[in-house]
């Protein structure tokens, strides 16, 4: 009886354990997204010209890095997908995204002294 409940058994345990793998895998992606838009957006504020590099630099390999400046703010947005293991593959992948916004330094307090806005 129980070789029954053990082959039974068995094969659930392992995929729930490719599961929590792929989960763990997953959050530290995520992780990482989070991370490589602020370390984008910190260096955009500041007005390096490499800010995307940047931020590829620190985000997981293959994520797509997006860079859009405002008049007062500048938002990251890293992106890559994730996909599932094993034979599921790329029919289940999770997009991982994050975004990060900073303020802008290179024309912060230019309100106040009168000077122009950079164009």
């Known amino acids: 009886m129980a070789t029954a409940?053990?082959?039974v058994a068995l094969p659930a345990m392992v995929v729930l354990a490719a599961m929590l793998v792929w989960a763990v895998l997953a959050t530290a992606g995520e992780v990482r997204c989070v991370?490589?838009?602020r370390v984008g957006a910190r260096a955009a504020?500041?007005?390096d010209t490499d800010a995307e590099a940047l931020a590829r630099a620190a985000a997981p390999p293959g994520a797509r890095v997006e860079v859009a400046q405002g008049t007062e703010t500048v938002r990251v947005t890293v992106e890559v997908p994730l996909p599932a293991p094993g034979k599921l593959g790329a029919a289940v992948a999770v997009r991982l995204r994050a975004s990060a916004v900073a303020a802008r330094?290179?024309?912060a307090g230019l309100e106040e002294s009168g000077a122009p806005w950079p164009s």
């Open 45 to 47: 504020a500041r007005g």
């Open 5 to 7: 409940e053990t082959a």
């Open 105 to 107: 330094e290179d024309v």
């Open 35 to 37: 991370d490589a838009a």
